[in-house]
Structures are given as C-alpha cells and as structure tokens.
Nanobody, 122 residues
Framework: QVQPVESGGGSVQAGGSLRLSCASSGYPHSSYYCVKWFRQAPGKDREGVASIYTGGGTWYADSAKGRFTISQDNAKNTVHLEINSLKPEDSAMYYC???????????????WGQGTQVTVSS
C-alpha cells in the first residue's frame, strides 16, 4: 500500500531523543520518490521539517538542521527521522507524506500517514 504509516512518537523530556519511522511502499509507477516529514502544532500551519529523495538527496528546515537526521532503509521501505536534543517547541503531530518529487507545499503531497504525536516536556 502507498499509504504511509508512522510510528515512534511519544512523550519525552527536553534534551531527549526520538526516532520516528515512516513505512510505505513508495509511489505508483515511479522508481524514485520523496518522503517528507511535516509537523503541525495546535493553532499552527503544517511545516516541513525534513525530506529524503530515494534517488539521492536530503533537505532540512532551518529549525531541524543539526538536530534532525533523516535516513532510509531500502530493505524495509522505511524512512527514519532521528530527533535529538528535543525541545518543547518540537511538540507537534508529525506526519510523513509521499510524492514523486520533494515539493515544498504540503498540498502537493498525495499520500499521507495518520501522524504520530511528539510531546516534549520542559
């Protein structure tokens, strides 16, 4: 199935780490595709935090650089997002989305997971 499935969220204290995972079967009729992580906090717009193109290349939002690491496990069709030194402002619902390219706008992504909640306490 193309529908991504996220896992790995939870409640942690500031300074802790989490590893989010996104499992999907890729994009129909395309050898390469993009998996992008977005997050949305209550009352805020959904924002992209990191993406990986299976043909090569990663991108990080400025807020994610240095603390977030995105990687892919081709054997398991899974993309991981490692988040270190978590801050309370990282608290949000984290979604992964799949598209044929790494678009900027969330509306360009056709396939979305249900999300996994990350809560960071101070």
């Amino acid at each position: 199935q193309v529908q991504p499935v996220e896992s790995g969220g939870g409640s942690v204290q500031a300074g802790g780490s989490l590893r989010l995972s996104c499992a999907s079967s890729g994009y129909p009729h395309s050898s390469y595709y993009c998996v992008k992580w977005f997050r949305q906090a209550p009352g805020k717009d959904r924002e992209g935090v990191a993406s990986i193109y299976t043909g090569g290349g990663t991108w990080y939002a400025d807020s994610a650089k240095g603390r977030f690491t995105i990687s892919q496990d081709n054997a398991k069709n899974t993309v991981h997002l490692e988040i270190n030194s978590l801050k309370p402002e990282d608290s949000a619902m984290y979604y992964c989305a799949v598209a044929v390219a790494c678009y900027i706008e969330p509306s360009a992504f056709r396939y979305w997971g249900q999300g996994t909640q990350v809560t960071v306490s101070s």
